[in-house]
Every structure is written in C-alpha cells, then in structure tokens.
T-cell receptor, first 112, second 113 residues
Framework: SQKIEQNSEALNIQEGKTATLTCNYT??????LQWYRQDPGRGPVFLLLIRENEKEKRKERLKVTFDTTLKQSLFHITASQPADSATYLC???????????FGSGTRLSIRP | DTGVSQDPRHKITKRGQNVTFRCDPI?????LYWYRQTLGQGPEFLTYFQNEAQLEKSRLLSDRFSAERPKGSFSTLEIQRTEQGDSAMYLCATLRGSNYGYTFGSGTRLTVV
C-alpha cells in the first residue's frame, strides 16, 4: 500500500528564516500532490497543488517542488512568521480523484 | 457562510450508544467526503459521495458505520454501538474539481467514554 512520510520530528525555526518541510512517498507517483495547513481543533486548509508534470509552484511566500524520480515533495515557507506555526499535511491524489491519502503531518513552530 | 459546516462540534457519548453527525457542504460542490483523524495522524479516508451516490467506502468503515447523502445535499455519518476506539475527529470535505483542493469543515470531535 502507498506510504507517505513527512518530517517525523517537529520543526522549530527562527522567525524570518525559510522553513522546509519534506514529503516522501513509496510506490507509484500520484497525479498531483497537495499541501494543507491544519491548526489545532480545526479542519485542514488547502494551500497549494502541484501536478506530476510540474517541477515547482509558488504562491506568495510558499513554494512547492515535486520530484517524481526521488518520489519527494518539498514545501518551503520563506520569511517565516510566528503566524505560520501550524501542522502541515502532505496529500497525494491519484487520477481517479476518489480520495486523497494524507501524511501524518509536520508540526512547525516559528519562534520570534 | 459559504464553507462546509459540521454539527455538532463536540460529542461525548457512552460506549454502546449510537451517534450521528451532520455535514452541510458547499452547495455547488457535488463530491462529499468523510475522513477520520486521530491525534498526531493525518486524516484517513472513510467514504465519499458523488451527489447522492456513495461511490467508495474504506475498509475502515465497519458494519457499525453508515453514511447517507439524501438528495445529494447534506450528509450524515452514523456510528452504531460506539467503541472507545471510535474516539477521533470526524471531518467532512467537499471538492469543487480536480484543479482545486478540498474544503474541509471544522470537524466533529467524538469522545467515547
């Protein structure tokens, strides 16, 4: 079965630095990959989507890369702020789009 | 409010009781999904509907679980004879289309005591 691995440890970085989160998967590549933010007690909020034929996607301070050879996606937050502190979830979507498979998430803390 | 609404936000029940959760989706989104999330884990797929048709069910969805979406509008998820292992956050999500992400509700947190 498909497995997704995200940074197993929480990530703690200084405000203003770039946060980089990793998502690795096994087996076959998805049609596209999504990143979500989740705050405690809330549902996930969609951030970015990248397709298998795209190498990089940007949105404001966010950047996502997708390497199907390495079976890896990297999620970057530049000029990080304490308000960026949350859990970030990687999710794989296969061509049927019948469901998405989530990783367990990485908890990111930005200290002032 | 044009988001996905879930009710109740919290539910505490005794083991063996039945519970029902409701999800009101964004009206123009015809796909509706149910996920379950436990602490420290990502959401796990339970089932999904295309309009009123239930098209896929996870093996996680035992016989005690049933979901409906009458008339392709709101959806309900019922758990019969609850067990402590059912304690989790139950999330509802809708999908506008494959070029967009899922829109999740805030979830229903179930605690079985």
């Amino acid at each position: 079965s498909q497995k997704i691995e995200q940074n197993s440890e929480a990530l703690n970085i200084q405000e203003g630095k770039t946060a980089t989160l990793t998502c690795n998967y096994t087996n076959y590549s998805p049609a596209y990959l999504q990143w979500y933010r989740q705050d405690p007690g809330r549902g996930p909020v969609f951030l970015l989507l990248i397709r298998e034929n795209e190498k990089e996607k940007r949105k404001e301070r966010l950047k996502v890369t997708f390497d199907t050879t390495l079976k890896q996606s990297l999620f970057h937050i530049t000029a990080s702020q304490p308000a960026d502190s949350a859990t970030y979830l990687c999710a794989l979507v296969y061509s049927s789009a019948s469901k998405i498979i989530f990783g367990s998430g990485t908890r990111l803390s930005i200290r002032p | 409010d044009t988001g996905v609404s879930q009710d109740p936000r919290h539910k505490i029940t005794k083991r063996g009781q039945n519970v029902t959760f409701r999800c009101d989706p964004i009206s123009e989104h015809n796909r509706l999904y149910w996920y379950r999330q436990t602490l420290g884990q990502g959401p796990e797929f339970l089932t999904y509907f295309q309009n009123e048709a239930q098209l896929e069910k996870s093996r996680l969805l035992s016989d005690r679980f049933s979901a409906e979406r009458p008339k392709g509008s709101f959806s309900t998820l019922e758990i019969q004879r609850t067990e402590q292992g059912d304690s989790a956050m139950y999330l509802c999500a809708t999908l506008r289309g494959s070029n967009y992400g899922y829109t999740f509700g805030s979830g229903t947190r179930l605690t079985v005591v």
